[in-house]
């Protein structure tokens, strides 16, 4: 029986594309803000945070469905564990 091999979570795929949606969701609220100079209004700190926890909802369930190891000090099982 072959061991179970797990990668970390950075070199998946999943997590990939979950980084990369969410600097596309990003972009339209911090961009204008960049270049406008000023700070987000509350609107726009609402959508971050909804994106933000989305995000993170995303990635614990990420570790949760297979065998995947996140770096020390992060929740999750770690490289030793496997």
């Known amino acids: 029986m072959m061991k179970n091999r797990a990668k970390s979570i950075f070199k998946t795929k999943t997590f990939q594309m979950h980084f990369w949606l969410y600097g596309c969701g990003l972009a339209p609220v911090a961009i204008p803000c960049f270049y406008q100079g000023r700070i987000p209004s509350q609107d726009e700190t609402i ?7 989305t995000f993170g909802w995303a990635l614990i369930g990420r570790v949760q469905t297979s065998a995947v190891y996140t770096p020390d000090g992060l929740p999750g099982p770690n490289k030793s564990d496997y």
Do not use: D, K, P, S
Request: aromatic share 0%; proline share 0%.
């Open 47 to 53: 959508a971050v945070v909804g994106l933000v926890i």
